[in-house]
């Protein structure tokens, strides 16, 4: 009996989560396109603008999964008390501490789903969308310094238009000092392209343009070989926020900026916010499960929607908040994000304990 209520339970938790989680990740979808229609212009059309929602859709669901496993768990779980089916668990001998394991069944599925979109595909597909808006933008023409993505290395700055995962660059301007600070040499490349097995970038379409005190000289090439420290990992790590890169770049990128004893506290941020979502999860779930049983028994279906969606809100600007602060105040980051969890938790243990 007990599998069998533990499979209609999980099976209940889960279509409601999954029914919150296609609704919330719509309507944001919904809001993302109504965002960029203002970015609509002759080579940017309604149509970019989809496939650019489309293609941020796997980190929409990965943002929104906390969110929907509590919303999910309050319907699923109040759809159940709504129909006494919890009652009638509880009076054969089912116990609160069981109800709850039933519930977490489900959740691990989603947990897993969000790792594994955190960590393989957001990251490629972020960088994918965002570089194939820069590129019909601007495409290949020069510099626009109002939008692509500025780099220094020792006297040399560069500017590109895009920057397209697997190493490739369109609109790659670049501007070489002397010592002097004066302008030696400026050139425009439509694309580059690098070369993984001997380390270089391969420029198309070159002309530069030197410059000395009494004249310049310009040269135009179809292709020239560029020797540079950055590669395409490296200027993934410049291009996308800390919160698009997943928990293994994250850490190997700490680890260097540790080394030479560079600021590293917005990457730790998003590091441990990802290491510790499951937790997150779990505590936002412990909560959903303790409302139903406990203030919310007799709620509506939408009231408790409603609160659910305050919660899970309240929640994440609460870790929003403590992220910056700290970092401004230099307390360790992973106390912004845990802070929430632990109190998330114990609200919801102390809610289950005066239930059961």
């Not at 489309?54 to 980190?59: E, G, I, N, Q, R």
């Not at 759809?79 to 009638?88: D, F, G, R």
Request: aromatic share 12%; with cysteine; glycine share 8%.
């Amino acid at each position: 009996m007990i599998s069998r209520l533990s499979k209609h339970v999980g099976l209940t938790v889960l279509a409601a989560i999954s029914v919150s989680l296609i609704a919330i990740v719509g309507l944001d979808m919904v809001a993302g396109i109504i965002d960029q229609i203002g970015d609509i212009k002759r080579n940017y059309q309604f149509a970019d603008v989809l496939i650019y929602v489309a293609t941020k859709l796997p980190s929409t669901v990965y943002e929104y999964i906390p969110l929907s496993s509590l919303i999910g768990c309050l319907v699923g779980l109040g759809v159940l008390a709504t129909n006494s089916e919890v009652i009638v668990m509880r009076a054969s001998g089912v116990s609160l501490l069981q109800i709850v394991y039933f519930v977490l069944r489900p959740v691990v599925i989603f947990i897993l789903i969000g790792a594994v979109i955190g960590e393989y595909f957001s990251p490629y597909l972020d960088q994918l969308a965002e570089s194939r808006r820069e590129y019909l933008r601007k495409g290949e023409s020069a510099v626009d310094s109002t939008s692509g993505f500025w780099t220094r290395e020792g006297s040399e700055y560069m500017h590109f238009n895009a920057v397209f995962p697997g190493g490739v660059l369109f609109g790659v301007t670049r501007y070489r000092f002397d010592d002097d600070r004066r302008l030696v040499e400026a050139s425009f490349s439509s694309r580059a392209t690098y070369n993984d097995s001997e380390n270089f970038w391969v420029e198309e379409n070159v002309s530069s343009t030197f410059f000395s005190e009494q004249h310049t000289e310009t040269k135009k090439l179809i292709t020239r070989r560029w020797q540079t420290e950055l590669t395409p990992q490296v200027l993934s790590l410049n291009i996308l926020p800390p919160q698009a890169l997943s928990v293994q770049t994250l850490y190997n990128y700490i680890d260097f900026l540790e080394q030479r004893n560079a600021d590293s506290a917005s990457y730790k941020l998003a590091f441990w916010d990802k290491v510790l979502q499951p937790m997150a999860i779990f505590g936002l779930v412990l909560v959903g499960i303790s409302f139903v049983f406990g203030p919310l028994r007799e709620a509506t279906m939408g009231f408790r929607i409603f609160i659910g969606v305050l919660f899970g809100i309240g929640f994440r600007l609460t870790q929003d908040i403590l992220g910056p602060l700290s970092i401004v105040f230099a307390l360790p980051p992973i106390l912004a994000i845990l802070v929430p969890i632990v109190l998330c938790g114990c609200i919801g243990l102390y809610l289950l304990r005066r239930s059961g």
